[in-house]
């Protein structure tokens, strides 16, 4: 349970009043199921495990202590009453070259060193990084908000396991073998696209990090490598997994979606699914829509204000000082648009919400069990839905918990329990691997 420090208390006040207006009111829910949500949420340690950075945010000027327009930072976290953010070493996939491997490792040290100067220089007083669950619950009694740290990408390992503990003793306490593009170590989802793969599965070094990872006390998530990747890597681990941020695929086909397969395989390793709320992963289907009358209404809007929107790709090509303008421009008629946008969107194309990312919930309760399924936004990663766009409005997730009847102790698991449970196991796991035993 939380210590309630005064800035519990300011956390609690503030989300009693903010983030949760419309969605109640759309979620149908009265007064009395608001409060009981209220209370759940101040007692259980809410934890996200997918949070990506921008190490420009982790500055002496720009950083985590000031409401930045990202989607998770210390105010947002405070206001939505969000304890624990896992913050992403993520790396691009790049060539399978010793150069790729060179900028991808000084990529992911970039990443390390942020986070460390975010909890150790610019707000100890404020975040402190975890490294095991009891240093989870000691730092939230304390009174403040919990960093933890996972990799998005094995790629910056390159060829060298040892790196694997490097990034162990640096903090990292899960890892991906791949993200969008094959790397040296696993197939990625995205081979899907064409049906081209370079291992149909693990390389022989993906199956040798494995053991590594398991010996290093490093998580093996299952978020973006191919399913043959994954049932491998399962079939290899002598630890529980997890999948960082991931949905049902029954539920939205897309590649990045797991299984039943592979959920059932999932819940015999004794892991957990930390569900996501990506638009695009929740509903395919109202996001596609959503995406096709946007760009209609948009260029509707552009012709009326002789405004060219230009191609993403085209942007990247330009001179920096034309692309610098160019993004100014596009800023200002996104601002002035966008509240128009949503307006007409709300009748023909409304947004994935709150209430489906939550189907992706009950979908894996009643798939693999309570005790296999976790919460994750992928903020700052293209991740969000309507109702939990950011950090600050992460009560609403625990208010439509409550409304479909979980309890506190189920919402406790899925916060958090579950997802520290599988990282008790896998460090019990490495110590005994790194004893001989």
Not at 338 to 350: C, G, S, W
């Amino acid at each position: 349970m939380k210590r309630i420090t005064s800035c519990l208390l300011t956390a609690i006040i503030i989300f009693s009043v903010s983030g949760i207006g419309t969605f109640a009111q759309s979620a149908g829910v009265d007064d009395a199921l608001i409060a009981k949500a209220k209370k759940i949420h101040a007692e259980v340690i809410t934890l996200d495990t997918h949070n990506d950075i921008d190490t420009r945010n982790f500055t002496d000027k720009v950083n985590y202590t000031q409401d930045l327009p990202n989607q998770v930072n210390l105010p947002k976290m405070i206001r939505g009453g969000l304890d624990v953010s896992w913050m992403i070493v993520y790396t691009g996939q790049g060539d399978l070259t010793e150069e790729g491997y060179k900028k991808a490792f000084e990529n992911a040290i970039d990443k390390f060193d942020a986070i460390h100067r975010l909890t150790e220089k610019i707000a100890p007083g404020q975040i402190e990084l975890a490294l095991t669950s009891k240093d989870v619950r000691r730092i939230n009694r304390a009174g403040k908000k919990v960093a933890m740290i996972g990799v998005e990408n094995g790629y910056p390992i390159g060829t060298d396991l040892s790196n694997i503990r490097k990034f162990a003793e640096r903090g990292a306490r899960y890892m991906s073998l791949a993200h969008n593009g094959h790397s040296q170590l696993a197939d990625s989802n995205t081979g899907e696209r064409d049906n081209k793969w370079l291992y149909n599965g693990l390389s022989d070094l993906g199956k040798k990090a494995i053991f590594e990872m398991n010996k290093w006390g490093i998580m093996v998530d299952l978020s973006h490598p191919s399913k043959l990747a994954n049932i491998q890597a399962l079939q290899l681990t002598k630890a529980p997994v997890i999948a960082s941020h991931s949905g049902a695929r029954a539920l939205c086909d897309h590649s990045r979606n797991l299984s039943d397969e592979e959920l059932e395989l999932i819940k015999l390793n004794g892991g957990v699914v930390q569900a996501v709320a990506f638009r695009s992963y929740v509903s395919k289907e109202k996001s596609e829509l959503r995406a096709a009358k946007t760009a209609e209404i948009s260029k509707e809007l552009a012709e009326k204000e002789n405004f060219t929107i230009i191609p993403r790709a085209d942007v990247m090509k330009m001179p920096e000082a034309e692309r610098n303008a160019y993004m100014t421009r596009i800023a200002a008629f996104r601002a002035k648009t966008n509240p128009i946008i949503k307006e007409r969107l709300k009748d023909i194309a409304p947004d994935v919400n709150v209430k489906d990312f939550v189907d992706h919930i009950d979908y894996l309760v009643k798939k693999i069990g309570i005790d296999h399924v976790g919460i994750s936004s992928d903020f700052d990663g293209g991740g969000g839905v309507e109702g939990w766009d950011d950090a600050g409005e992460t009560f609403n997730v625990t208010l439509e918990l409550v409304r479909r009847g979980y309890t506190k102790k189920q919402i406790e698991k899925l916060w958090s329990g579950n997802l520290l449970r599988v990282l008790d196991e896998v460090q019990k796991v490495a110590k005994k691997m790194q004893s001989g035993r």
